[in-house]
């Protein structure tokens, strides 16, 4: 069985950002990694638009010179070394992405624009095919994560066609977005639930030939990504938007892109919870980009409801859906053709089918209660975007938002994220610390 430093489950973004420091800390001889991705769709699945969750048409909400270098800020985490890491990131950053494709000028004169998932998809292709030294690829599912005999390194079971296979990992990194979160509603009315999940194929139930009435639970990021793909897949249908609290957009603002870029500079760990709290809601969670909401600002299809959907059961007039949400007035109904759950993510939920019971059951006895946390209750995630007390270690930057900085459980800083991952594996004398502790030597 193969084993290597790390195992990063999913090809996406973080892969991405990662597999970049591994190739140049190997390259520059700083360090000698070894990394396995493991993905069971295709490489930058969520962004491609043939596997759900965008159609890959839709607007990406950030900046992608915000790319997988970003904020190349190395010398944080690898001292001296941190200068010639950041230059040899210029071989992957987007720009050079562009330039390689003749797109660059073009893109530049257009004023920069925001680009499409699929195009952000591209360019995480680009960047993995060429960030080779120390990195493998496997294309396949992965099943189950163990512990090994002495309970010292993760063994990670993957389907693929031919079987499976097993891979020893002394770090394991699990990225993605998680999976949709519960929404309550009666089975009778399946067939009329999407989730910000659900595949973009899956919406052509919603029939094309007459108007139908959609609503659309959630005020974040995905809610906004599926009406804008619904707006342009049924061109005839009205939207209705319920969000808990008045619809905000999210705050840009030179600070806040700060905090996202380095977290450091606010001493963001030091912070107590309700103010962490608050700037991930103002700035990341349960906001609407301001690009994108300036598009359907003035379309009359969409509308919004203020409050709190609780359930959702079959409409009294037969076909469609009642959904039952909490508004100053108290519980009101309001019957729809269609409902999609854009509710948010919940990446606990998703590690709970990876790990089996006795593995779950092992991992809390080393990092303490952790299973049944509410969605998006603060797991106790480390520097280094691990579960705090757990050995081997567990990276999940995904929860890190609220205990590292807002940057980690989006796109807001893959470059730090990747410094942050690696720094445990690198050579000691790399770390600042050890470098003046050597130069006073
Ligand atoms: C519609 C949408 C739009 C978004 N837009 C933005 C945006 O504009 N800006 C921003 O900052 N954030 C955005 N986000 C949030 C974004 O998803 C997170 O930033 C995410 O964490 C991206 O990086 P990743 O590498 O973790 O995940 P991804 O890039 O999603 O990669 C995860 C990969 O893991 C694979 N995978 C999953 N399970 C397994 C398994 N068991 N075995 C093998 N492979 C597996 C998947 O196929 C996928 O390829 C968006 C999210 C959604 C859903």
């Known amino acids: 069985m193969a084993d290597y430093d790390l195992i990063v489950v999913g090809a996406g973004a973080k892969a991405a950002g990662i597999a970049t420091k591994v190739h140049i800390l190997n390259s520059l001889g700083l360090a000698q990694l070894s990394m396995l991705v493991i993905e069971g769709t295709e490489v930058a699945a969520s962004w491609k638009g043939r596997n759900g969750m965008t159609s890959g048409e839709e607007p990406l909400a950030v900046t992608p010179i915000k790319d997988v270098g970003f904020p190349y800020q190395s010398h944080v985490e ?23 494709k003749r797109r660059y000028a073009r893109w530049v004169d257009a004023g920069s624009p925001p680009v499409r998932h699929r195009d952000y998809g591209e360019y995480l292709t680009w960047v993995l095919s060429r960030a080779t030294e120390g990195v493998e690829h496997l294309g396949a599912r992965v099943t189950q994560v163990r512990l090994d005999e002495a309970g010292e390194r993760w063994l990670v079971e993957a389907d693929e066609d031919g079987g499976t296979s097993r891979h020893a990992g002394g770090a394991l990194v699990l990225t993605g977005p998680g999976i949709h979160r519960a929404f309550p509603h009666e089975p009778a009315v399946v067939d009329r639930v999407f989730h910000c999940d659900s595949k973009r194929n899956e919406f052509a139930r919603i029939p094309e ?9 959630g005020g974040g990021e995905s809610a906004l990504s599926a009406t804008m793909f619904l707006r342009g897949l049924r061109p005839r249908c009205r939207f209705t938007i319920y969000t808990p609290m008045l619809p905000m957009s999210r705050g840009e603002s030179f600070l806040e892109n700060r905090v996202f870029s380095n977290p450091d500079t606010v001493e963001w760990g030091s912070l107590d919870l309700q103010t962490r709290r608050d700037f991930v809601k103002h700035s990341d969670r349960g906001v609407f980009d301001p690009p994108s909401l300036a598009v359907i600002a003035y379309d009359d299809r969409c509308g919004f409801v203020t409050g709190r959907v609780t359930d959702v059961g079959a409409a009294a007039r037969g076909d469609g859906v009642r959904l039952d949400y909490e508004s100053p007035e ?16 919940d990446l606990l939920a998703q590690l709970r089918t990876l790990f089996p019971a006795p593995v779950r059951e092992e991992i809390e006895r080393r990092a303490g209660p952790l299973w049944d946390q509410p969605a998006g209750g603060e797991a106790p995630i480390g520097r280094h975007l691990e579960l705090v007390g757990m050995r081997p270690r567990l990276q999940v930057p995904g ?3 609220l205990s590292q900085g807002p940057g980690f459980a989006n796109l807001g800083a893959l470059g730090l994220l990747a410094n942050r991952v690696l720094q445990p594996l690198v050579p000691d004398y790399l770390t600042p610390t050890n470098q003046s502790h050597r130069v006073a030597q």
């Open 78 to 100: 690898f001292g001296e070394a941190g200068e010639a890491i950041d230059a040899s990131l210029a071989q992957f950053t987007w720009q050079q992405h562009m330039i390689a």
């Open 209 to 217: 030939d007459r108007q139908c009435d959609v609503a659309i639970v």
């Open 330 to 345: 108290g519980t009101v109904s309001r019957e729809h053709d269609y409902v999609a759950n854009c509710t948010g993510f």
């Open 399 to 401: 929860m890190a938002g």
